[in-house]
Structures are given as C-alpha cells and as structure tokens.
C-alpha cells in the first residue's frame, strides 16, 4: 500500500476508534480541493429552490451522461486528446481528510467514441498526487496536446505534465515542476504571455500554517522546453486560487488576474511588452476570499471585465482601462463558488458565465443578453455532492457546448448535452439560419441519403419550409425568403 494511503487509512481507523462502532453512524464530512472548506454533508439544508430550464439555455435538467466512480475531482478539461475529432474529457482528482475517505485519487482520461464519453476511463495516470486543477496545452510544441496537472495537497505534491502523442498522453509524467519552496499548486494558466509563440504556464499557490502563503510561479517556455524551476514570481505572498489573463490596459500585452483568499486582495499584476511585474498594478481593496479570476468583455465595449468566485460572485466592469464594481450575483442559495468559466452558451454571440458552489453542490449559469448579465441564475442543477469543477465542450459533436460539472462524491462527474434550438431552414443544425444552411439544403434535396449520413444529429424535415412532408424544389423559395428575412 502507497505511504499516502497508509496515513489516510491509519486516520480513518484513529477516527473510527474515537467515535463510534458503526461506520454509517459517521457524519459525512467533505473537504475542498484547496483544504480552506469543509462540510458536513448530513448537516447540509436542503435546497428547495426551483430549478427551471428558462429560454435560452440549453440544458435540460437530467445529466446525460455520468460516471460511476467515487472521486474528488478538482478540475475537469474538454478537448481531442487522440485526434479522431471527438472531444474527450480529462478528469483530475484530489485527495484530502473527507470522510469516508477517498481510496483512489489518479487522474483519469475518458475518451469519446463516436459522441459519446466510454463507461470507464481506460486512462488512468501512472502517478497519483492531489490535482487541484487541469488544463489542455501543447507546451512542447509537437503538433499534440499535453495534459497539464497543477498538483499540490498536504504532500505538497509537484505540478507535472503528460505529453501528448497521437493515441494520446502518456500515462506517465514527462515534466515535473521544482519549485524553489514546497508549495501546494491551487490553479493554473497555460498562456504565451511573452508572445514568442509557445505557451507559458502560471500556478497559484498556498502552503500550510503558520506560513500558508506562497508567491505566484510563472514557467517560461523556451521553444518548446518549459522550464522546471519558475523564473518569475511575484514579490507579494497569499494564499491564492484562480487566474487568468487578459488585456485590462489596452496596451496589446495580457495582463495577470489572480483571486486571493481570505486576508488578501485579488489583484492583476500587469504584462509591460512581455514582462510580467512583480507587484500588483490594480487591487480589490477588500479581503473576501475569493475563488477564481476570469477576463471576459461581458458588455462587448472592447475591454475585458474581471469576474471574481466571491460569495457571492461579483464582476468589476472595465471601462477605458479602470475596473469598478458594478455586478452581484444574487443566486437563490450563496455559497463561495469553487469553480468558474466564462463561455457563449446560448451562442447569441456574447460570453455567459458559469459558476459551481462546493456547499450545497449548486450549478448556476447567469445568461447574457446583449451585454447586460443576469444577477440571477436562468439554469441551476443541485447534486447531493460537493460541487468543485465546470467545463464546456461539444462532446456529442452537435456543434453546441455540453456542459460538464464535477463533484468530490459518487457519482463524481456529470455531463449535459446541450439542445439545439429546432429552426426550420436550420440543416447544419447549429441552431441558426443563415448562410451556412445553403450546401447542407441543397444536398437535402438532390441527395437525402448522403444529407442524413453527412449530418446524423440533424433532421431532414427542417428542410421542408412548405410542410408538405417532404424536401422538395417547393421549399426552395420559402427557404430563400426565410434566409433573407423581413
């Protein structure tokens, strides 16, 4: 049995000795991937809000898809792994004192065959250390994509890195981070911050008390070779937990967001053409402990605003350069979010905005219309688990963005398809009429045996404008008129 192991069985049975006889008569405790939550899962309220799919989300509220397994996942990455052109999901696991105890924290690859996820994962990394995030990235630059894992926990674990191939990472890790103080790795950002054309990787960090602070590490790339011992740091330390990039100044370089914990401010240290300062150009001003930092231009003016997982969430508009609070959310149950992401959702053109709470297990998706975003959530999903991760991608193949939520519990991760919107005239089927719907319509009607092969999540029937029941030379006006419009 692994050292780790050891210890968390050696704990269990101390705790076991120290309570009861009875197993089941143990609370249930749940401990977050950065150690700063812990909850009693038999002692959670229950969340009697309504969950309902209003327009233009397009989510249902059953999961299509869910795993079987018992895990803490502390981050969850979507993309082709293999290169057969399907999306598959990377799933990093994290152990901590939860009870019952977690026996099995590897990370875990499902591939997608043909549109859909496998039962099991038939990659199981070959190293298993705490995975507090994970990120997709071709960092040696061979033309594959690498999997990131940003590692950390009580054993204060190294980052490493799986390289990629063309069947897919290798099970084992190909680079290893040296940091110059053991540090507990938080999350991480795979970006070309330097603009030399290959991708950099930044970690935020933690320790234990009575120093639980660390600096933030950047890992330059050097043609392809990233470097295992972090030339930039911040000069400040803090407990830290999310970042990201994004051009706050108007100045062409990407500046660094980072979301700090309790006692400390979150904060954006500025990129001067390609170097990274040291100390903070602009603060919160407030310590609130905050869980993640996403850029996004939610009201499409040209300059990216900062969203920070507070509780509750909150967005610091930018306008010209200057960041002021001016967005709550008010989701119906506040808990602090653990994970967040900014992505088009409803494809209407403008970035939504996602959000997980470790308490209570809550998903809520804030819609955003026409750059104005909804202080309340238009979809949530409640799971009995703990809620650490959010992602999105099309794993189906429908063109639309499938929505994946993680959870440290059984199951421990869950997918949602998305529903594409049923427009008529619509036959590429990404849930609008326009251009694009021309070829698929015309090969509709002069081969509809090669138009269902070619586009198996379509229906042909959208094609039939006159509704007489069949794809004809009678639609060809009425879809000409549609297409135009008024």
């Given at each position: 049995?692994?050292?780790?192991?050891?210890?968390?069985?050696?704990?269990?049975?101390?705790?076991?000795s120290?309570?009861?006889?009875?197993?089941?008569?143990?609370p249930?405790?749940?401990?977050s991937?950065?150690?700063?939550?812990?909850?009693?899962?038999?002692?959670?309220?229950?969340?009697?809000?309504?969950?309902?799919?209003?327009n233009?989300?397009?989510?249902?509220?059953?999961?299509?898809?869910?795993?079987?397994?018992?895990?803490?996942?502390?981050g969850?990455?979507?993309?082709?792994?293999?290169?057969?052109?399907?999306?598959?999901?990377?799933?990093?696991?994290?152990?901590?004192?939860?009870?019952?105890?977690?026996?099995?924290?590897?990370?875990?690859?499902?591939?997608?065959?043909g549109?859909?996820?496998?039962?099991?994962?038939?990659?199981?990394?070959?190293?298993?250390?705490?995975?507090?995030?994970?990120?997709?990235?071709?960092?040696?630059?061979?033309?594959?994509?690498?999997?990131?894992?940003?590692?950390?926990?009580?054993?204060?674990?190294?980052?490493?890195?799986?390289?990629?191939?063309?069947?897919?990472?290798?099970?084992?890790?190909?680079?290893i981070?040296?940091?110059?103080?053991?540090?507990?790795?938080?999350?991480?950002?795979?970006?070309?911050?330097?603009?030399?054309?290959?991708?950099?990787?930044?970690?935020?960090?933690?320790?234990?008390?009575p120093?639980?602070?660390?600096?933030?590490?950047?890992?330059?790339?050097?043609?392809?070779?990233?470097?295992?011992?972090?030339?930039?740091?911040?000069?400040?330390?803090a407990?830290?937990?999310?970042?990201?990039?994004?051009?706050?100044?108007?100045?062409?370089?990407e500046?660094?967001?980072?979301?700090?914990?309790?006692?400390?401010?979150?904060?954006?240290?500025?990129?001067?053409?390609?170097?990274?300062?040291?100390?903070?150009?602009?603060?919160?001003?407030?310590?609130?402990?905050?869980?993640?930092?996403?850029?996004?231009?939610?009201d499409?003016?040209?300059?990216?605003?900062?969203?920070?997982g507070?509780?509750?969430?909150?967005?610091?508009?930018?306008?010209?350069?200057t960041?002021?609070h001016?967005?709550?959310?008010?989701?119906a149950?506040?808990?602090?979010?653990?994970?967040?992401?900014?992505?088009?959702?409803?494809?209407?053109?403008?970035?939504?905005?996602a959000?997980?709470?470790?308490?209570?297990?809550?998903?809520?998706?804030?819609?955003?219309?026409?750059?104005?975003?909804?202080?309340?959530?238009?979809?949530?999903w409640?799971s009995?688990?703990?809620?650490?991760?959010?992602?999105?991608?099309?794993?189906?193949?429908?063109?639309?963005?499938?929505?994946?939520?993680?959870?440290?519990?059984?199951?421990?991760?869950?997918?949602?398809?998305?529903?594409?919107?049923?427009?008529l005239?619509?036959?590429?089927?990404?849930?609008?009429?326009?251009?694009?719907?021309v070829?698929?319509?015309?090969?509709?009607?002069?081969?509809?045996?090669?138009y269902?092969a070619?586009?198996?999540?379509?229906?042909?029937?959208r094609?039939?404008?006159?509704s007489?029941?069949?794809?004809?030379?009678?639609?060809i006006?009425?879809?000409?008129?549609?297409?135009?419009?008024?």
């Open positions: 049995m692994k050292p780790a192991r050891l210890l968390l069985a050696a704990a269990a049975i101390i705790l076991i120290l309570t009861s006889d009875s197993r089941a008569e143990q249930r405790i749940e401990v991937p950065d150690g700063h939550t812990v909850i009693n899962l038999d002692e959670q309220p229950a969340d009697d809000a309504p969950n309902v799919r209003f233009g989300v397009p989510y249902l509220l059953t999961p299509d898809w869910q795993n079987s397994l018992r895990r803490q996942v502390g969850l990455a979507v993309g082709d792994l293999n290169g057969d052109g399907w999306a598959d999901l990377v799933v990093g696991c994290y152990t901590s004192n939860s009870f019952p105890p977690y026996n099995e924290w590897e990370n875990l690859i499902y591939y997608n065959v549109g859909a996820l496998e039962a099991n994962p038939s990659w199981v990394s070959a190293d298993e250390r705490h995975t507090g995030d994970v990120l997709i990235a071709d960092i040696n630059r061979d033309g594959y994509p690498d999997v990131v894992s940003v590692n950390g926990g009580t054993a204060f674990a190294p980052s490493v890195i799986y390289h990629g191939s063309a069947t897919g990472p290798d099970i084992n890790p190909d680079w981070s040296s940091t110059p103080q053991s540090t507990w790795g938080t999350a991480g950002a795979a970006f070309d911050f330097d603009h030399d054309g290959d991708i950099d990787l930044f970690t935020t960090n933690q320790f234990v008390s120093t639980p602070t660390r600096p933030v590490y950047g890992f330059r790339n050097n043609g392809g070779v990233l470097e295992t011992t972090p030339s930039w740091q911040s000069s400040d330390v407990i830290q937990n999310g970042l990201d990039f994004g051009d706050y100044d108007g100045d062409g370089w500046d660094l967001a980072v979301a700090k914990w309790v006692n400390y401010q979150s904060c954006i240290y500025r990129n001067v053409a390609g170097a990274l300062q040291v100390f903070p150009i602009w603060s919160t001003s407030v310590t609130s402990g905050d869980r993640g930092a996403l850029f996004a231009d939610f499409s003016n040209g300059w990216p605003d900062l969203t920070l507070r509780s509750p969430t909150v967005m610091y508009r930018n306008n010209n350069g960041l002021a001016t967005w709550t959310s008010t989701p149950v506040n808990s602090n979010p653990q994970d967040l992401r900014t992505f088009d959702f409803d494809r209407d053109g403008d970035e939504d905005l959000e997980i709470q470790f308490g209570g297990g809550r998903v809520n998706l804030y819609l955003n219309t026409n750059g104005a975003l909804a202080t309340t959530p238009a979809w949530s409640t009995t688990a703990s809620g650490t991760a959010v992602a999105f991608g099309d794993i189906n193949g429908d063109q639309w963005p499938d929505l994946v939520v993680g959870y440290s519990g059984q199951p421990c991760v869950y997918v949602f398809y998305a529903r594409i919107p049923a427009v005239g619509d036959m590429n089927c990404d849930g609008m009429l326009n251009a694009d719907d070829p698929p319509f015309v090969q509709a009607l002069i081969d509809p045996v090669g269902v070619d586009h198996p999540q379509c229906d042909i029937n094609g039939d404008i006159n007489s029941t069949t794809v004809d030379g009678l639609d006006d009425p879809f000409a008129a549609a297409l135009i419009g008024p």
